[in-house]
Structures are given as structure tokens and as C-alpha cells.
């Protein structure tokens, strides 16, 4: 019995660990892409300031490479609206992983009760 | 930042130092924050002093152009009124002096202002740890005297029965 509610915890303690990584891993990934949306949107704003016949160039490697105008902003906020929707859907995410958490949290609660009962009781019995 | 309110008098000792910990690892956050924002500021700054050097009186000028850290070639200023600026993510803007040095300007002024933000969080930070330690403080001098008092107590006992 008590054998049988170790190899619950454990494996129950090992989900949950695995589940805590995870969020772990996407926070940072969010707070990295908040990095990058920063960037992006000073970006953008700086080049809406320039006026149309304003060379633009694109470091690419090491070369610099002429560009547009107009499609280096249409490049830029295609990478904003990306990385919004990244945004929310690592938010979702992290959202889903709280509450795994939270329900792990639970289990591993329960568990840990029963298995400290299951040996009051066994050093009661000896 | 959440507007949480905890009543530092209903935490334990171990709860309170968790918690002055915690707040260490953020006021660290945010002086290391503060220090980068200065040292991107300064680089803004110093981007535009040499603007500050580039004028029309310089054109043709001989320049010596630094291909590695300990070799130059010679060079002539050949365009003075142009600069090109990296805003950011591999793009670069060709931009007459003018405009490139009120970038740098507004650069500055958007850092100082984020600077300006970061400071009464941080001095809020201190605040609260203060506090935290305050009451830290007090439990663990009220912990000592309840423990001398115990003590006290247990050789009067035995005191009395011997």
C-alpha cells in the first residue's frame, strides 16, 4: 500500500516538475517576444517619420541591401502583427499551463495526506 | 505591478525573510535595468556629439578610416550632409544631419523618461523592504525573549523541585 502511493507521488511529482519547466519556458519565450514587439514598434515609428523619398537600407549579413520605403514598413508590421499574435497565443498557453499547475499542485497535496496517513497509521499498527 | 496589500504582521519569520529575499531579486532587476538604460543613453549621447563635429566645413577633409582597431586607411569626407542611422532590427535610414541628431534627441528623451518611470518603483521597492526587515526585526527579538523567558521559566521549575 504505502509502496504503491510512493510510486504515486513520484510519478505525480515528476508531471508536475515537467509542467513547471514548461511554464518556465514559455514565460521567458513571452518576455522575449514583448522584447521584440518593443523593438519592432520603435522601429516602425521611426520609419512612419520618414518622409517617402528617404533611402532605407536592410542590413542582411553584412551587407547593407536598398529597400523600400514602403515595403520595409509593410515588413516591419507584418513582424508586429506576428509577434502580437505569438503574444497571445503564449499567453494562452501560460494560462493553461497556471491551472495544470494548479491541479498537480492538488493531486500531489492529496497524495502526499494519504501517504503521511497510510504511515501514522503503519507505525501505529508496529 | 499588482497592487497587492499583505499585512506584514500576519507573516512568520520564515515568510519574511522569503519575502525580503524576493524583494532583493527585484530591486536587483531593477537596478541592473537602470544601469542598461543609462549605457544605451550614453551611446545615444555620443552618437550625436560626433554629429555635433560634422558640418558643412568639413566636407573634403582628410579622414583616416579605422579597418581594424590598430589599422587605418586615409580617407576624404566626401558627403557631410547625410548620415546613415541603424534604428533598429537591421534597418538602417539615410538621414541629413539635422534629422539624425533630433533621433538621437528624442532617443534620449524616451529613455530618460522610461528611466524617470523605473526610479519611484525602485525607491517603492526599498521602501517596502525596509519594512519586511523592520518587522523581521522585531519577531526575531520577540522570539528571543519568549525563548529566554521559556528557559527562565523551566529552571524556576526545576529550581523548585530539587
Redesign the interface.
Known amino acids: 500500500m504505502a509502496e504503491g502511493l510512493q510510486k504515486r507521488l513520484q510519478g505525480e511529482l515528476e508531471k508536475y516538475q515537467a509542467v513547471q519547466k514548461d511554464y518556465q519556458k514559455y514565460v521567458s519565450a513571452r518576455q522575449q517576444l514583448d522584447a521584440q514587439l518593443n ?2 514598434s ?2 516602425k515609428e ?2 512612419d517619420r ?1 518622409s517617402d523619398g ?7 549579413g553584412p551587407v ?1 541591401v536598398k529597400q523600400d520605403l514602403g515595403e ?1 514598413k509593410q515588413t ?1 508590421q507584418k ?1 508586429i502583427d506576428y509577434i502580437s499574435g505569438e503574444i497571445k497565443r503564449h499567453e494562452n498557453t501560460i494560462k493553461d499551463l497556471e491551472k495544470k499547475q494548479e491541479t498537480h499542485r492538488d493531486n500531489l497535496n492529496k497524495i502526499q495526506h494519504q501517504f503521511q496517513q497510510a504511515q501514522v497509521k503503519a507505525a501505529a499498527r508496529a | 505591478m499588482a497592487a497587492k496589500q499583505i499585512d506584514l504582521s500576519a507573516l512568520n519569520i520564515q515568510q519574511l525573510q522569503q519575502l525580503s529575499q524576493q524583494i532583493d531579486q527585484e530591486i536587483e532587476f531593477f537596478t541592473s535595468s537602470l544601469s542598461q538604460l543609462k549605457m544605451a543613453q550614453q551611446k545615444f549621447v555620443e552618437s550625436q556629439d560626433c554629429l555635433g563635429r560634422i558640418s558643412p566645413e568639413t566636407d573634403g577633409k582628410d579622414v583616416l578610416v579605422p579597418l581594424t582597431s590598430s589599422m587605418y586607411v586615409p580617407g576624404k569626407l566626401s558627403d557631410v550632409s547625410n548620415v ?1 542611422v541603424d ?9 541629413e544631419v539635422e534629422n539624425a541628431k533630433q ?1 538621437f534627441q528624442r532617443k534620449v528623451d524616451y529613455l530618460t523618461k522610461q528611466m524617470e518611470k523605473l526610479q519611484p518603483i525602485l525607491q517603492d521597492k526599498y521602501r517596502t523592504k525596509q519594512a519586511v526587515m523592520e518587522v523581521l526585526q522585531l519577531r526575531v527579538q520577540a522570539q528571543l525573549a519568549a525563548q529566554q523567558q521559556s528557559y527562565a521559566a523551566a529552571a524556576q521549575t526545576g529550581a523548585a523541585k530539587s
Open positions: 523593438e519592432n520603435l522601429v521611426e520609419l520618414l528617404s533611402n532605407v537600407y536592410k542590413m542582411i547593407l520595409a516591419v513582424r | 546613415l534604428i533598429g532590427t537591421g534597418y538602417y535610414v539615410e538621414q533621433y
